[in-house]
């Protein structure tokens, strides 16, 4: 970095930091809970210039190092689409599913009012292939709603392995890049994240993937090479689910220690795991899910400090990781699954969890959580989840987690 580029990214840093100060945000900064008051909201006011910016692969294409996560209801929310572009936010995540569609209508209508601004956003949806195999009919049907004839990235939603990725989604992907209705092309996952990666650093057709990447699994040697040969391959990488909160809720004095640590240093335990992911210069982005202003910004400016935590940071971060290891899904879920005498989706139930006691949006669990096959969720009542545990490299008590999902969240 030259010496001007250096003074220019502090002086962003300064401005932005003390603007945010301005409204106070320093109060939110060390609590877990960042909803505020709509009257505090309203004061926010932080410049775009200092966004730093990173090249999603080989693409080269230049994307806000935080993305705007579409799991919230953008129809009724779009000032939150404006701060985003006013910031720097330039990456916008959505999905059809989320909010049942009206997260794209929501952006679409953002378009359809201000179609100067499609050009300034890198914009990504997703396909579930559990929802069929009709891609090309709900690719428009979601261009349609997001009010653009292109999207910047296609990802296949959620996927459990990459043989769900075959000859046919290549060929398909293919004549969606040429037909201009796509850009690039990769997929999500939550599931068996390592395989997934791995298989996909030899196809060169996988443009992008978004996948759980957080302070506890970063240093696991199977992910740390599967992120590795992704980047080499120039794959562009999307970090997701960066907070690694977990299914189970326990208190930990390496949390206590890490929030009062962090705090003194001027950020949040919250906006340190953040750090941790950025810190590794192979993430183009972090996806988060910031339904408010307050949340926005605190993640805006944890984006803009480009602060490198110390050994002893990391340090801090990994014992507590170790201390509360019980409580966190890694996503390995083929190991479990397949010492059930059936299958059994254990990390979509997983995932349904979490959204209820970490996110603490009990609405979107139950969504997720009703996407289930009926007869898979009567199974969770009767299954012996014994062996499943026995699997589990983190000793998860696998069968009550399951009998909790029922009785949360049906």
């Known amino acids: 970095m030259s010496s001007q580029e250096n003074s220019n990214e502090k002086s962003g840093r300064r401005n932005f930091l003390k603007k945010s100060a301005a409204i106070g945000l320093g109060a939110a900064l060390g609590v877990t809970n960042f909803f505020q008051p709509r009257r505090a909201l309203a004061q926010i006011n932080i410049p775009s210039a200092s966004m730093p910016r990173r090249p999603f692969g080989r693409s080269g294409i230049m994307v806000s190092t935080l993305s705007l996560g579409g799991m919230f209801d953008i129809l009724n929310n779009r000032l939150m689409l404006a701060k985003a572009l ?21 952006i679409g209508l953002w378009f359809a009012r201000k179609p100067e601004t499609r050009k300034e956003v890198f914009l990504v949806t997703k396909l579930s292939p559990r929802r069929g195999a009709d891609f090309t009919k709900r690719l428009d049907e979601s261009l349609k709603r997001l009010h653009t004839d292109y999207l910047d990235m296609l990802f296949v939603h959620g996927i459990r392995s990459i043989s769900e990725l075959g000859s046919d989604m290549e ?4 004549a969606m890049k040429k037909s201009g209705k796509i850009r690039l092309f990769g997929f999500s996952t939550h599931s068996n994240m390592e395989e ?21 699994l970063m240093h696991e040697p199977r992910m740390k090479a599967a992120v590795e040969a992704c980047h080499r391959a120039g794959i562009g990488l999307t970090a997701m689910k960066t907070q690694g909160g977990g299914q189970i809720r326990s208190d930990s004095d390496a949390e206590i220690e890490m929030a009062g640590r962090f705090l003194k240093k001027g950020f949040s335990d919250y906006q340190a795991k953040l750090m941790a992911v950025w810190n590794d210069k192979r993430i ?27 050994r002893a940071d990391n340090t ?21 699954s397949e010492a059930l005498p059936i299958e059994m989706p254990i990390g979509d139930v ?22 289930l096959p009926a007869r898979t969720r009567a199974e969770l009542a009767r299954l012996d989840f014994g062996e499943a545990e026995k699997s589990c490299p983190r000793n998860l008590p696998i069968g009550r987690l399951m009998r909790e999902a029922l009785e949360i969240l049906t």
């Open 86 to 106: 006013e910031w720097g936010i330039n990456y916008w995540d959505t999905a059809e599913g989320y909010g049942g569609g009206r997260s794209e209508e929501g």
């Open 171 to 174: 060929s398909w992907a293919q």
């Open 196 to 216: 997934c990666l791995e298989g996909a650093a030899g196809l060169p057709w996988i443009d992008g993937i978004m996948f759980t990447y957080n302070y506890r």
């Open 284 to 310: 183009a982005s972090i996806c988060s899910q910031m339904p408010n202003l307050t949340i926005l910004a605190v993640n805006g400016t944890a984006a803009v400090d480009q602060t490198r935590l110390s």
């Open 316 to 336: 801090l971060l990994a014992r507590y990781d170790c201390e509360t290891r019980s409580d966190y899904c890694a996503g390995c879920d083929r190991l479990c």
């Open 350 to 371: 997983m995932r349904s969890l979490m959204y209820a006691r970490s996110y603490q949006d009990l609405g979107l669990a139950r969504l997720t959580f009703n996407e």
